[in-house]
């Protein structure tokens, strides 16, 4: 079983909507993941507005890829490039530390990850 950012066993991020690269409901990455989604974050409206307006669209429904669109408190697996990105701007969503894939170490630091653990996490 794939390991997370606190050095435990990958925990499911979430079911519904259903989310990860493998539509599964774990932030786990893999060959033709080059977009490495394995931040397990909860969305804020801030986050999905950042997001829109960066280019992909979270809010609208995409019923051809079984995408309802996503609203503040649902969670999903992020890029791990765009989460950075929002908490370098100062927008990042809160990470659920529990289920956000170790990979995501690669190009974060845990330290940051855990500022931005969402209530109960782990880090929280």
């Given at each position: 079983?794939?390991?997370?950012?606190?050095?435990g066993?990958l925990?499911?991020c979430?079911r519904t909507p259903?989310?990860?690269?493998?539509?599964?409901g774990?932030?786990?990455?893999?060959?033709?993941?080059h977009?490495?989604?394995?931040v397990?974050?909860e969305m804020t409206?801030?986050?999905?507005a950042?997001?829109?307006a960066?280019?992909?669209?979270?809010i609208?429904?995409?019923?051809?890829?079984?995408?309802p669109g996503?609203q503040?408190?649902d969670r999903?697996?992020?890029?791990?490039?765009r989460?950075?990105?929002?908490?370098?701007?100062?927008?990042a969503?809160?990470?659920i530390?529990?289920?956000?894939?170790t990979s995501a170490l690669?190009?974060?630091?845990?330290?940051?990850?855990?500022?931005?653990?969402?209530?109960g996490?782990g880090?929280a």
């Amino acid at each position: 079983m794939p390991t997370n950012v606190l050095g435990g066993e990958l925990q499911i991020c979430c079911r519904t909507p259903r989310t990860g690269f493998y539509r599964d409901g774990y932030c786990r990455t893999g060959p033709g993941d080059h977009g490495v989604h394995v931040v397990c974050a909860e969305m804020t409206a801030e986050f999905l507005a950042f997001s829109a307006a960066h280019g992909n669209d979270l809010i609208s429904p995409a019923p051809e890829h079984d995408f309802p669109g996503l609203q503040p408190g649902d969670r999903w697996c992020l890029c791990v490039s765009r989460w950075k990105q929002a908490a370098d701007e100062g927008c990042a969503p809160p990470v659920i530390l529990e289920s956000t894939h170790t990979s995501a170490l690669e190009f974060v630091d845990r330290e940051e990850l855990m500022a931005h653990a969402a209530d109960g996490s782990g880090g929280a």
